[in-house]
C-alpha cells in the first residue's frame, strides 16, 4: 500500500506520496522506491497503490500506446488494465488478492484545466473522474481537524496521520506506510516560445519519517523477500 494524498484543483494539482514498499508475504519493508511518475508528453502523472510490479507493468504498457493524453487514454485504459492485472496480480499473507488502484492526474487540452481517473481492481477498473478538492489514500476514517491551507505541510500533516493509524494497527491489518515524502507540484506556466500555457511539474522530498533508519536496516536484512506492495 502507499500514502497517496493530492488536492485536485482547476489550475493545479499537489501530491505527495511515501517511498516505503512492503513484502506482500512478511508485510516488511523491502525497498524503497518512486510512486509516481511524470509523463511530460501527456501533462501529467501516473500514480497507483496496491501492487508495486502493478503500477509498473501499466507504465511500461502506457509506453507504447498512441493517444494524445489522458483523456483519450481513458476512453481504453478499463479494458487494458483489466486484460493487464491477472498477470501481474498478488496475493497478501491470508491468500485474498491485494486490491490495486491506478490514477492518472494531468491537464486536459479539450477542457483546459486539470483532471483526474481512477481505475480500482474490485470496481473491474472501470473509469471514475475524480472530484476536486482532497483525496488520501488509505483513508483516515474521520474529518479532518483543520482545513488544507499550507503546501506541503498540511499533507505531510495528514500523512504522519495515516502512519500513525497504520502502526496502531495489528501487524497483519497493516498496509506498511514511510521511507520518505515526495512532494509533487504540477502547475500551468507560460510557455516561453510564444504565448500559450504549458504545464511544470516539479518533485521534492519535503519529509522523512524518524523511523526510515530502523525501516531500511529491516529491508537490507528482509534481502527484497516477496512481490513488493506499494
Request: charged share 20%; hydrophobic share 40%; aromatic share 10%.
Given at each position: 500500500?502507499?500514502?497517496?494524498?493530492?488536492?485536485?484543483?482547476?489550475?493545479?494539482?499537489?501530491?505527495?506520496?511515501?517511498?516505503?514498499?512492503?513484502?506482500?508475504?512478511?508485510?516488511?519493508?523491502?525497498?524503497?522506491?518512486?510512486?509516481?511518475?511524470?509523463?511530460?508528453?501527456?501533462?501529467?502523472?501516473?500514480?497507483?497503490?496496491?501492487?508495486?510490479?502493478?503500477?509498473?507493468?501499466?507504465?511500461?504498457?502506457?509506453?507504447?500506446?498512441?493517444?494524445?493524453?489522458?483523456?483519450?487514454?481513458?476512453?481504453?485504459?478499463?479494458?487494458?488494465?483489466?486484460?493487464?492485472?491477472?498477470?501481474?496480480?498478488?496475493?497478501?499473507?491470508?491468500?485474498?488478492?491485494?486490491?490495486?488502484?491506478?490514477?492518472?492526474?494531468?491537464?486536459?487540452?479539450?477542457?483546459?484545466?486539470?483532471?483526474?481517473?481512477?481505475?480500482?481492481?474490485?470496481?473491474?477498473?472501470?473509469?471514475e473522474r475524480l472530484t476536486y478538492g482532497l483525496s488520501v489514500q488509505p483513508g483516515l476514517g474521520r474529518a479532518l481537524d483543520e482545513p488544507i491551507s499550507t503546501l506541503p505541510d498540511d499533507l505531510i500533516r495528514i500523512a504522519c496521520e495515516?502512519?500513525?493509524?497504520?502502526?496502531?494497527?495489528?501487524?497483519?491489518?497493516?498496509?506498511?506506510?514511510?521511507?520518505?515524502?515526495?512532494?509533487?507540484?504540477?502547475?500551468?506556466?507560460?510557455?516561453?516560445?510564444?504565448?500559450?500555457?504549458?504545464?511544470?511539474?516539479?518533485?521534492?522530498?519535503?519529509?522523512?519519517?524518524?523511523?526510515?533508519?530502523?525501516?531500511?536496516?529491516?529491508?537490507?536484512?528482509?534481502?527484497?523477500?516477496?512481490?513488493?506492495?506499494?
Amino acid at each position: 500500500m502507499t500514502i497517496l494524498d493530492f488536492v485536485l484543483l482547476e489550475d493545479a494539482a499537489y501530491l505527495v506520496a511515501d517511498t516505503q514498499a512492503t513484502s506482500a508475504d512478511s508485510l516488511q519493508p523491502t525497498c524503497f522506491v518512486t510512486k509516481v511518475f511524470p509523463i511530460p508528453n501527456w501533462q501529467g502523472l501516473i500514480c497507483g497503490t496496491g501492487s508495486l510490479p502493478f503500477l509498473l507493468a501499466w507504465l511500461t504498457k502506457t509506453a507504447g500506446i498512441l493517444t494524445s493524453g489522458f483523456d483519450e487514454l481513458d476512453k481504453i485504459a478499463p479494458q487494458l488494465l483489466r486484460d493487464l492485472y491477472p498477470t501481474e496480480e498478488e496475493l497478501g499473507p491470508d491468500g485474498a488478492p491485494l486490491t490495486s488502484a491506478i490514477f492518472h492526474l494531468g491537464f486536459s487540452s479539450a477542457e483546459e484545466r486539470f483532471v483526474g481517473y481512477a481505475y480500482r481492481s474490485d470496481t473491474g477498473f472501470a473509469s471514475e473522474r475524480l472530484t476536486y478538492g482532497l483525496s488520501v489514500q488509505p483513508g483516515l476514517g474521520r474529518a479532518l481537524d483543520e482545513p488544507i491551507s499550507t503546501l506541503p505541510d498540511d499533507l505531510i500533516r495528514i500523512a504522519c496521520e495515516q502512519k500513525r493509524q497504520d502502526e496502531a494497527k495489528p501487524i497483519l491489518q497493516r498496509v506498511g506506510l514511510g521511507g520518505k515524502l515526495i512532494f509533487y507540484v504540477m502547475e500551468l506556466g507560460a510557455d516561453m516560445s510564444g504565448g500559450g500555457q504549458v504545464v511544470t511539474i516539479a518533485s521534492s522530498i519535503c519529509h522523512t519519517f524518524a523511523d526510515y533508519p530502523e525501516a531500511y536496516a529491516r529491508a537490507c536484512a528482509e534481502g527484497g523477500g516477496g512481490a513488493p506492495r506499494n
